[in-house]
């Protein structure tokens, strides 16, 4: 298996709502990353995780919650959102965390959220 | 503080002609260097990437790129544009090396436009 697989594809969900993205991969990689990328750009690093501990949070909003329950599975949970947070979301891992040589990352399909 | 420049935000080709993607790097150690693809709506997709091996390297779907570490640059080549090419190029620089932490810095992006 060579893929990262992120589900739901679309999601569309009110201010006030609760949601969740998931993230899986079965490469044995020990980094895990979001990504937020708006239309037009490219994307923007939210989070790393390195060895299933969050080691890098780029000033993301609290309404952004992370979440690495093992080393396959990365959740990014979803609370009182803006509409400016409509983007697409994209999960990455990599076999090596940042710092240690990190070199080749695999990029999942995406989630693209609509908060309205 | 390392860097990406793309030259060029929107580039167009007719098909069968060859493709030129611009890449200037800015490091202070040796950088990896990475192409990426993405097709609308999708996520990104490696397409080759450079570790200080082979200064030529190919990659996927008959795109290759040279590191010219004299001129600091990573272009990316393809001898024939097909139409399933049309997508957003990111070229990518992770710097590996003391006090680094390895992040992905994009460049901007390419836009490829291939006419029939």
């Known amino acids: 298996d060579t893929e990262v697989t992120q589900t739901p594809k679309h999601l569309v969900m009110g201010m006030t709502n609760k949601k969740s993205l998931k993230c899986e991969q079965h490469m044995g990689h020990r980094a895990m990353y979001w990504y937020k990328q708006k239309a037009k750009k490219p994307p923007e690093l939210m989070f790393v995780y390195s060895y299933e501990k969050l080691s890098i949070n780029e000033s993301v909003p609290s309404r952004f919650s992370p979440e690495c329950p093992n080393s396959s599975l990365l959740n990014l949970h979803l609370h009182a959102l803006q509409p400016e947070d409509s983007a697409l979301y994209l999960c990455?891992?990599?076999?090596?965390?940042?710092?240690?040589?990190?070199?080749?990352?695999?990029f999942g399909s995406g989630t693209r959220l609509t908060v309205v | 503080a390392q860097s990406v420049t793309q030259l060029d935000s929107h580039v167009s080709v007719s098909e069968g002609t060859p493709v030129l993607l611009r890449c200037n790097y800015s490091s202070s150690y040796s950088p990896s260097l990475f192409w990426y693809v993405q097709h609308p709506n999708k996520g990104l997709q490696l397409l080759l990437k450079?570790?200080?091996?082979?200064?030529l390297v190919k990659g996927i779907n008959g795109f290759e790129a040279e590191f010219k570490k004299s001129e600091t640059s990573f272009h990316l080549t393809k001898p024939s544009a097909h139409m399933s090419d049309a997508a957003e190029y990111f070229c990518v620089v992770s710097e590996i090396g003391s006090g680094n932490t390895g992040k992905l810095i994009f460049g901007q992006g390419t836009t490829l436009q291939v006419k029939p």
């Open positions: 450079y570790t200080s091996a082979a200064t």
């Open positions: 990455a891992s990599s076999p090596r965390p940042l710092g240690q040589g990190a070199r080749g990352y695999t």
